[in-house]
Nanobody, 125 residues
Framework: QIHPVESGGGSVEAGGSLRLSCKMP????????MGWFRQPPGNRREGVASSNGVGGTTYADSVKGRFTISRDNGENTLYLQMNSLKPEDTGMYYC???????????????????WGKGTLVTVSS
């Protein structure tokens, strides 16, 4: 199995913070693109942030300045630090990983991409 495993979701009040983790079963240096996506209730999945592993990151406009994506190669883990959370950040958050860097700049995944089962984030007003 090479699918990511997410953790760190929970319920917070608006203005609060959470850190999501995405653990991979093997070295994340193998994955040239890793990212976070979310699906708000009743809406389609959308891209949140991506990392190409060599310093390149992409963020959705709605999270710029509030969320930070990072990798810990030693822990085989991708993180998403979420600050100043808003009720509209509520949703199921998914981690994705791909050997190719193709979708990193666009946050529109295609091709062979490995998905986790998600972790739920709920932000109350």
């Amino acid at each position: 199995q090479i699918h990511p495993v997410e953790s760190g979701g929970g319920s917070v009040e608006a203005g609060g913070s959470l850190r999501l983790s995405c653990k991979m079963p093997k070295s994340i240096t193998n994955y040239n693109c890793m990212g976070w996506f979310r699906q708000p209730p009743g809406n389609r999945r959308e891209g949140v942030a991506s990392s190409n592993g060599v310093g390149g990151t992409t963020y959705a406009d709605s999270v710029k300045g509030r969320f930070t994506i990072s990798r810990d190669n030693g822990e085989n883990t991708l993180y998403l630090q979420m600050n100043s959370l808003k009720p509209e950040d509520t949703g199921m958050y998914y981690c994705a990983a791909a050997y190719s860097e193709t979708w990193c700049p666009t946050l529109r995944p295609f091709g062979t991409t490995y998905w986790g089962k998600g972790t739920l984030v709920t932000v109350s007003s």
